[in-house]
């Protein structure tokens, strides 16, 4: 990675303004972002990344969709006070889980499938890989394994102690999000409108539920009417899938091509056959993000580059608070055993 003149890399300038941002949420919090870089465990876990890449296969051997599910964790995670494996804790009667949160109740799913990850490296290596660093790993091979792009991963992120439902309500965007506020979000995180398009189209892989978009077919933006930027053919299958007052936990493909990792998301776009409005919105409202969008669809390597760009960017956001390496996903260290009701997720979705 080339050197700007005062000998910093460009991405250890961007994790230096990261920390900035973060600590100024944190008034008193005392700086303990680790030094992440490429083949952290090389010498205490050695086999960390292939145990990931192996059970991440086996998962998607079970149930193809489980792997989107697991990406989407690292967006869902990272975005909420770091990438500190807050998003994976289990609700307890004196802290609301992320879990919970409005944009991840029945939403987030195969929490099931990091805790395996996380129980065949503790095996080999107890205490040592966080389940910060599983998220990112297993979102990187999620996408490798559908054909998409492959990257080397910075590791050695602490867990959080605790999680937050408060701030996961109030940052996570809703299903009817639309560009402006898009690209507010992003740009909270230095994160640039071609990292929003190239993010969001984490949504090559992965399904979604008719609940999050029965008020595109019905009632979009309380007109009564459907939303006028999507097409009649592609509407009137979607009518089918989610009738009125059908089952609204039915899920659809969120590009035509569901299973593969590949740039037909930003195609149906062009199309105006974006399954979510926070999907369509990227090209029908907003003529910075449109014209990447375009781009995207024309360009598979483009959308690639710009994809793996975004990933690293985003996995670089900290949370500056003292953490620790969880030996159980679900609840930080010292805590009661999780009850086995409990360990399995009452969340369905993506």
Known sequence: MALRRDGVTPLAAFAAALLVAFLSRFPGAEAAVRELRVGYYAETCPEAEAVVRDTIALARAREARSVA???RLQFHDCFVNGCDGSVLMDATPTMPGEKEALSNINS?????????????????????????DIIVMAARDAVALTGGPYWDVRLGRDDSRTASQEDSDGIMPSPRANASALI??????NLSVTDLVALSGSHS??????????????NQSGSGRPDPNMDPAYR??????????GDENVTGGMDATPLV???QYFKDLVRLRGFLNSDQTLFSDNAGTRRVVRQFSED?????RAFVEGMVKMGE????????????????NGSPPVEAEVAVSKVVEL
């Open 317 to 332: 956001l900290q949370n500056p608070r003292k953490g620790e390496i969880r030996r159980n996903c679900r609840v930080a």
């Open 69 to 71: 599910s697991v990406m």
């Open 108 to 132: 987030l799913r195969s929490f099931e499938v990091v805790d395996e990850v996380k129980q065949a490296l503790e095996e080999r290596c107890p205490g040592v890989v966080s389940c910060a």
């Open 261 to 263: 990792f590949d740039n």
């Open 300 to 304: 598979q390597d483009a959308f690639f």
């Open 184 to 189: 507010r979000l992003f740009a909270g995180y």
């Open 236 to 245: 009137g299958a979607l009518d089918a899938l989610c009738p009125r007052g």
């Open 205 to 218: 892989i992965g399904e979604a539920r008719c609940f999050s978009i029965v008020f595109r077919l019905y």
